[in-house]
């Protein structure tokens, strides 16, 4: 009879246990401030089973700092300046309190002034510099390399190198405390193309340069890239 009752405890944890690795990852899309190909984007996210998102657009999106409603992550593809002091303040909190944040192509030029963001994020793409030494570029259409620096990351753990064509940003801050998965040899854009970090106990961080589009969105191995982050920042990898 303890061996029964040993036997049904087990199962029960078993199913709660798959039953949790079964909910879907909830995703708070933030676009507006650059146009992209929205019909390429979300053909690339609707591929992504065990994700589920919803959008909120600029002027309006930093709203969502305010009312959370109980996200896992909130994925930055987004380019704006204006902000709040209460939306810094709520976006804040949630890094403190433990949110998935998963920072995308351009989304890195957000919020120049302000420095909490940059932390986070863990570089920016500088719009202001002194000088042209200081201030980062960009150049479309181009042809690079990306190879896994990391190896044994669950992000990149088993992913091969890879070409991509897309857009690159040169000259960008990148800040030395992170933990670089993807790098390119291409000499005008910046050395490291994604890199994650925990920001504290709760909160993972991860960003990704390529991502203008529509190329890059069909391609497979940025397409786990994306997802795998999803899952990694949200503590399901």
């Not at 976006?91 to 998963?102: H, K, P, S, T």
Request: charged share 25%; hydrophobic share 40%; aromatic share 14%.
């Amino acid at each position: 009879m303890k061996t029964f009752a040993a036997f049904l405890l087990l199962f029960i944890n078993l199913s709660g246990l798959t039953h949790a690795q079964e909910e879907k990852i909830s995703v708070l899309l933030l676009t507006g401030g650059h146009g992209f190909d929205r019909p390429a984007f979300f053909d690339m996210l609707d591929s992504f089973e065990n994700i589920e998102y919803k959008e909120m657009r600029h002027p309006n999106a930093n709203a969502g700092f305010l009312q959370p409603e109980g996200y896992d992550v909130i994925l930055f593809y987004d380019m704006v300046q204006q902000i709040s002091e209460a939306e810094k303040a709520a976006f804040e909190g949630l890094v403190n309190q433990g949110i998935g944040l998963v920072f995308l192509h351009h989304a890195i030029v957000s919020y120049q002034d302000w420095d909490f963001y940059r932390e986070v994020v863990g570089g920016r793409y500088i719009e202001n510099g002194e000088d042209t030494q200081t201030q980062s570029n960009y150049r479309h259409d181009v042809q690079f390399d990306a190879w896994i620096a990391d190896k044994t990351h669950p992000i990149t753990r088993g992913m091969k190198a890879f070409d991509i064509d897309d857009e690159i940003y040169g000259q960008v801050f990148i800040a030395p405390e992170v933990n670089v998965l993807i790098s390119t040899s291409h000499p005008e854009s910046m050395e490291h193309l994604m890199w994650c970090r925990e920001v504290n106990p709760k909160t993972r961080s991860v960003y990704l340069q390529p991502g203008h589009g529509p190329e890059i969105f069909a391609e497979s191995s940025y397409r786990k890239l994306l997802k795998y982050s999803l899952e990694w920042a949200a503590f399901r990898r």
